[in-house]
Every structure is written in C-alpha cells, then in structure tokens.
C-alpha cells in the first residue's frame, strides 16, 4: 500500500537526499517548508549548504512538471508541494499558534488526512508526518496523525561497539603469541579485521593473551603492554590498550575512539599522535574539533583567528600540557606553543579544513559526535597519502541540534568502515579521569 509522507524542514535540512528515499511512495511539502528553505538558504554552515541542495533538487523537478500537481518520480513516488489553499488552520485546536509553521504542517496533514478518509478504501493513502521534532510528533499523535522519526542514516550504537572474541590455542602458542609477538591463524573464521581477541591457553584460562587479529596475513598481533608508555601515558586498563595498539599502528589510517567522558580518548590519541611525530613517522600532528557550545554561547569573541578559536580548543591544550609536564614529550618543548612554533602541531577549528589536502600528518578530530555524516566524510576525503585519522567523541554528549546519538558522523564512520583493514574501532568503558569524574558519569 503507498502512503503520503509529509516532511517537516529539519529533515530537509538533516539529509538533503531524503526527498527520494521514500521508495515508490508520495512524499509532500507544505509551501511553509519551501520557505523556510528559504530563510535557511543564506550563509555557509551545513544548514544553509543542505538548504541551497533541496532547492536546486525541488527547481531540477520543477522542469519535468508542476510541483503542485506532483512529479512523478523513477522510484514510482511522487514529489508535490502542497499550497495549503484549502488548510486554514481552522482544523487546529486553538491554543495552537495557526501561523507558526509547524502548525502549518499540522493543518496540511489533517486535510490531507480527510480527503484520504473519503475514498474508497483499495485507493485510499495513510497520511504520515516525518519530523526529526519530537514535540511535533507529540502533537501529531495527539490529533490522530501517525508521526515518524526520520530513520535513514541512524544506526545502533551496539551494532558498532567494538567486540572481543575468545579463542582457544596449545599452551605453546601462547608462549609464542608473547615471544613473536604475532601468531598465525589456520582457520580464523568469524574474525574481521583489526578485531580484539581473547586468546586462552588449553591447559589453563590463566595461560593467556590479548592480541588483534590482522587479515592481511591472518595472525594475530600482541597488544601493547601497560608498561609501555607514549609520551609519558600508558594504557590504564584494557579497552585503553586497545585503543593505543589502534593508534601506534601506522597501517590502520582510521581509527574511531568511543566511550563517555574521563575515558581517556583524548588524552591517548595525543600521546599516540605525539609520538609518532617525535619518531617521524608524520611530519605534524593536526588537531582540530567543531566548534559548538555547551549551553548559551558567550557571543562575539575579540581578537584574531587563534584568540577566537582559543577557547574552543582548550580542552587539547589542557592535555597536550599534562603530556608535556610529563618529561617523557619531546626535547625542549615546554608547551604546545613551542610545538606549533617549530611546526611539528597545528591546532585548526574545521571551519576551514574544506579544500585542504592533508598529506602524511597524523589528524585528530576530537568531539567528532558533533559532526554530521556529511562533514565527516567531507573531513576524511581531505585524507592525503601518509596520513592517519583518529575521531573521538562521545554519542551521548551531542550540542548539534540536527542530530542525535544514532545519526552523528562518529557512529556514522564506525559503521560504515567496520569490516575494512584499514579501519579499527575502540569502545573506552571505564573512567579514569579520577574517582569522583567516574562516579559522576555514572550516577548524573
């Protein structure tokens, strides 16, 4: 049975492709939509890029036909943009606001809805409203109208956290697993690549060992130690000994890092990308995160580029200065100023990474929950040869209001490479900020 799907802006402007995603059905766009397209259209963020794609697309469709009798589509669906001339808010309860535009969405759909209801039953459409707005959902549901959430590009967190299998081997693999560092696998089925793996001695549970399976030539790799340290910093626990054998691996060049806050993602990524720099594996370290506030923004910041983006990349300056005050950095570096005066650290919101080329750099994009997937992928395909990407983030802890823990570039990325050699995920669980950020994670 087709359906007519009436879609609210912000699902516009979350992903411009979804006017044919809809299959054979009929998808509408009360004219309030189109304008604010309009309104949105003007600037240079993603909101307005989105906003500028669904016109070009709606005036693309224009020419094969009127908008508002509907263009049929490749699918068997249909665009239509609806006039409303016979929505006059009169359907609405009156506390409702007739002229705000969600309202609008509201009136379109109940007379959509009552037209269905008088034909017959083998033509008749159901009337669907598709909102990424929550509270208009509500609304729809309370006057009778099925509300959705738009699910396309939304993917289950447990669908990507990072697995550990187990396996068990003759006592003399083990011992071999520690003294080679790698062990060849016969039969490694059910393995993808750069997967955690359990592996037990026969004898005893005991007699065992951490290592990460490689594809390339089926074997699994011993983990970095505890021992071992990176820049003065060494895995605490074992999802961080993950992480760091992810980070020190120059041939997996992209690398997500998951887990609340006070789980180290940071911190290790830095220590991981300062060291490779100090070995000249890289020739820089490049550290950059979107730029959007916790709670009301301050406003207009004085100064030049680096005083304005200043506070938003504290957070990075913080713990590049713990790693340093270490003594383990690197030799007659002090701080991070030292470090971006000789070259070796560039710190740049990604307000301008669009159209660079960043070749054999080894590139931090940290709070990358707060990324759409069209950003993220804007960001990796600036990706040059000899350079490697790390994304960290936290899905629960998202400031973009056009997203949510389930659509954000981060778990986007981690989804779609899981699977390729060239890709490995981590999923930090255990705080290890201090005692009291740990137990607030947990209880707030």
């Known amino acids: 049975m087709k359906k ?59 020419e094969k036909g009127p908008l508002s009798e509907g263009v049929a589509l490749e699918t068997g669906g249909l665009i239509r943009v609806e006039v409303d001339s016979h929505a006059d808010g009169k359907e609405l309860p009156q506390a409702l606001d007739k002229l705000k535009n969600d309202n609008r969405i509201l009136a379109s759909a109940l007379v959509t809805k009552a037209d269905q209801d008088w034909r017959p039953e083998a033509v008749r459409m159901p009337v669907i409203i598709v909102s990424k707005d929550a509270n208009l959902r509500i609304k729809a549901d309370a006057m009778g109208i099925t509300a959705e959430d738009y699910k396309t590009g939304k993917i289950e967190q447990q669908s990507i956290a990072s697995e550990e299998k187990s396996i068990t081997v003759a006592d003399n693999d083990i011992d071999a697993l520690y003294r080679e560092k790698k062990l060849p696998l016969e039969n490694p089925d059910g393995l993808e690549p750069n997967e955690f793996v359990i592996v037990h001695g026969e004898s005893s549970d005991k007699h065992s060992g951490v290592a990460m399976f ?16 990176f820049s003065g910093l060494g895995a605490r626990n074992k999802e961080q ?32 990308g300062l060291a490779k720099v100090k070995e000249e594996k890289y020739s820089r370290l490049v550290v950059s995160r979107p730029i959007f506030p916790l709670g009301r923004d301050v406003g207009f910041l004085p100064g030049d580029v680096e005083a304005k983006i200043r506070p938003w990349l504290q957070p990075i300056f913080d713990n590049l200065e713990y790693l340093l005050s270490t003594g383990s950095g690197i030799r007659g570096m002090k701080s991070p100023k030292d470090l971006m005066n000789t070259g070796m650290l560039e710190l740049e919101p990604l307000t301008y990474i669009r159209g660079r080329n960043l070749a054999n750099q080894y590139f931090i994009v940290d709070e990358a929950q707060n990324l759409t997937p069209h950003e993220v992928k804007t960001i990796i395909t600036r990706v040059g040869e000899g350079t490697k990407i790390v994304l960290t983030g936290d899905p629960y802890q998202i400031d973009n209001p056009y997203i949510d823990s389930e659509s954000n570039g981060l778990i986007y990325v981690a989804k779609k490479f899981k699977g390729q050699e060239t890709f490995g995920l981590a999923t930090l669980v255990k705080g290890e900020r201090s005692a009291l950020a740990e137990l607030a994670s947990v209880i707030l």
């Open 4 to 62: 007519i799907y009436i879609l609210d802006t912000n699902v516009l402007i979350h992903d411009p492709k979804s006017l044919f995603n809809f299959a054979d059905n009929h998808v509408y766009l009360p004219i309030g939509v189109i304008e604010e397209l309009d309104n949105f259209k003007k600037g240079a963020d993603e909101k307005a890029r989105n906003a500028r794609e669904v016109v070009r697309q709606l005036d693309h469709l224009r």
């Open 214 to 229: 490689r594809k390339s030539d089926s074997t699994l790799r011993l983990l970095v130690s505890k021992k071992e340290r």
């Open 241 to 272: 000994q993950y992480a760091l054998s992810l980070l020190m691996d120059d041939s997996i060049q992209l690398v997500t890092l998951v887990g609340k806050a006070g789980t180290g993602k940071t911190l290790l990524a830095l220590a991981a």
